[in-house]
Each structure stands twice: as C-alpha cells, then as structure tokens.
C-alpha cells in the first residue's frame, strides 16, 4: 500500500497530517487527515480515536473546527477522520446535486444498488481499510474508539454495534439514531440499499442496539435549538431502546446548542475524556 502525505502542521506539540492513497474499496483517491499527539511523535505507540463526520464534511471540517488537538495531545491519543464519501469525477452523485446524498453523504454504508455499490462501500472502508493503513503506517496500537457528528453520528454508533470487539468505547453528537425511519435515511439507504427496507435495518442503531448481546460504552451529547432534532435526529428513540436493554448509553440533552461545530467543540473535551478511560491512554 502506498501513500502520500499531502499536508503536514505541528500542532500542539503533535503533528496534523492530510494522507492521500488509493482505496481498494472505494475505488478511487480518498484523503484522511490523521492528528498525531507528541507521545506517537516521540515514538510511543497511542491508541486511536477514529471520528466520523457529518452531511457536507470533507477530512477537513472536524481537524480545523472541533478544537480536539490540544486534549488530544494531553492524553495521547490520535485521531483519525476520513473522509464522507467516495470521491472524484468518476464516483456518482446525487444527481439533483443534493448535499445529503452522494459526495460527502456516503452515510458509511456498502452500497448494494447500481449505480452506487461500485464506489460506496464506507462500511467496509472505515471498519477494515483505513484501520489497516493507519496501524501499518503511524505508531499506534490497534486499540480503538469511535465518534462522530450527525450522519457521522450515526456511522459511529452503528459501526461500534456492529463491531463491539474493534472498539472500546462510542460517543456521538447530535447522531441519526433511527436512520430507517426519518427523510435523511430513507433517502440514502432507498437508493444505496434498495426499496427492501428489511436491508436497511444492518445500518439501524436503534434496530441494532435492540438486538446487541455486546455492550460497548456510549455517551451523546445534543443540542435542544437544532433544527435537525425532530424531523431527523429523534435521540430519545435511542433512549428507549437503550433504557429497555440497560445499554451503557449516557445520552445528555445540551441546552441552547445547535448542530454547529460550535457545540462539537462546547463538548469535545468531555468526550476525549470519556474514551481515554476505555482507551487505556
Ligand atoms: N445545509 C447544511 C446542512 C449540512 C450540515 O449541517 N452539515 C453538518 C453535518 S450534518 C456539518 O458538519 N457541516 C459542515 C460544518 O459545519 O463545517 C449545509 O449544507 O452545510
């Protein structure tokens, strides 16, 4: 595997770098931005926090808007953020140029459905690809966690459900909990999945966690002013399920907070903290 460091900037004594490859899964360039805390600079190996993002976000959003360096250093943990989507003028898009589908709404699933599967298989690429590029390539363990912000949100808690063995801990802000059953889902799972809704429930959170015999530690945090909350977040439908299953899931309403950065970066130390004790770090 090769691949090429497009950017590199010290940060906080660590380094924040942007790494360009060829996906075998995607098939095509995908670029992930990695923050290495000082610990892995001076050769330690740290544990890592994968982040997913939202709607819109390229590797970019969370790196420069979140303000996760400066804990990310203290505890020595790295981070890693991929990309939202396949990429690139050959990888379809929506084709009313939509921004929550297609390019930058890849909603971490393997598509199944033409024109789509060829290139959208986020799943695959965030659980298995871009762990095995990281680990061969920076000095950290294979000891991870997961989080992310809105569709992102939703990628982290349905993949730690999915996989409670690959990660110690999730935590998610302002998630797509029930994706099955709200616009922004039932949109991208139609067309990546097909019209056969029993498919979708693989990528369903609340559907997974109804299920789950594994338990990985959650914490959510959400904004009550964000204006996605009722039509498309619906966190208290997570609630129940994890009250009925005595899922460890911390779920905290934040109020005044909107689905900005502005609220990730009100909380995101609070979510460093709370994967460092799973972590080990
Ligand atoms: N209408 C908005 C909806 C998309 C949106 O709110 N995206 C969120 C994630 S769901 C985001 O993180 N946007 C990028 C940013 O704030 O940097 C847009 O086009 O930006």
Not at 4 to 10: G, L, R
Not at 146 to 171: Q, W
Not at 254 to 268: A, L, P, V
Request: glycine fraction near 8%; hydrophobic fraction near 40%; proline fraction near 6%.
């Amino acid at each position: 595997m090769t691949i090429e460091i497009a950017s590199t900037a010290k940060s906080f004594g660590g380094w924040h770098k942007q790494v360009q490859h060829e996906s075998k899964t995607l098939q095509c360039t995908m670029r992930f931005a990695v923050y290495m805390p000082p610990k892995a600079v001076s050769g330690e190996p740290v544990p890592v926090l994968y982040w997913l993002s939202g709607l819109t976000c390229t590797d970019e959003n969370f790196m420069q808007k979140a303000g996760a360096h400066r804990m990310a250093a203290e505890l020595g943990i790295a981070i890693v953020a991929p990309d939202t989507s396949p990429r690139g003028d050959d990888v379809p898009d929506d084709p009313d140029g939509a921004y929550d589908f297609g390019h930058g709404a890849g909603f971490y699933v393997n598509a199944t459905q033409s024109p789509w599967s060829r290139h959208y298989r986020m799943y695959d690429y965030v659980v298995h690809e871009l762990p095995e590029i990281v680990e061969a390539e920076f000095p950290v363990t294979s000891t991870r966690a997961i989080s992310g912000h809105s569709m992102g949100g939703h990628g982290a808690l349905m993949i730690a459900l999915r996989n409670p063995d690959r990660f110690t801990s999730v935590s998610a802000f302002a998630p797509i909990v029930n994706p099955i059953d709200v616009p922004w889902g039932q949109k991208a799972f139609s067309n990546y999945l097909g019209d056969d809704a029993e498919a979708w429930k693989a990528y369903d959170s609340c559907v997974l966690m109804a299920k789950a015999e594994q338990f990985v530690p959650a914490l959510v945090d959400q904004g009550d002013a964000d204006g996605f909350l009722n039509e498309q977040l619906q966190p208290e439908t997570l609630r129940a399920v994890a009250e009925e299953r005595s899922y460890p899931l911390e779920l905290r309403m934040q109020e005044g907070y909107d689905h900005s950065y502005y609220f990730i970066s009100s909380f995101i130390e609070d979510h460093l903290r709370f994967h460092s004790r799973y972590l080990g770090a």
